[in-house]
């Protein structure tokens, strides 16, 4: 997968999120909470055809991380 920098750029700068960091396996986004939460996109593209499932999605509080929630996993298709 190939995570388009320019996309995460822009979602960072609209204040979807204060930081992020990009690893092998996942990305990792940095919050400040705001009332009414937080919502961004970014762009990505597969290198090859697939049809899988992502992992599930968390999103915890640094410093107290028992302040959790979870998102079931999506299915998605690249051709």
């Known amino acids: 997968m190939k ?3 320019v996309s995460l750029e822009k979602a960072g700068s609209a204040g979807g999120f204060s930081g992020c960091e990009i690893q092998p396996d996942k990305v ?3 919050l400040w909470l705001t009332a009414g939460g937080n919502s961004f996109g970014f762009d990505f593209q597969m ?3 697939i049809e899988a499932m992502t992992a599930p999605s968390k ?3 640094y410093y107290n991380p028992g302040a959790n929630a979870a998102v079931a996993p999506v299915r998605f298709t690249a051709h």
Do not use: A
């Open 47 to 49: 290198r090859y055809r």
């Open 3 to 5: 995570v388009d920098r």
């Open 59 to 61: 999103v915890y509080d």
């Open 28 to 30: 990792v986004f940095y």
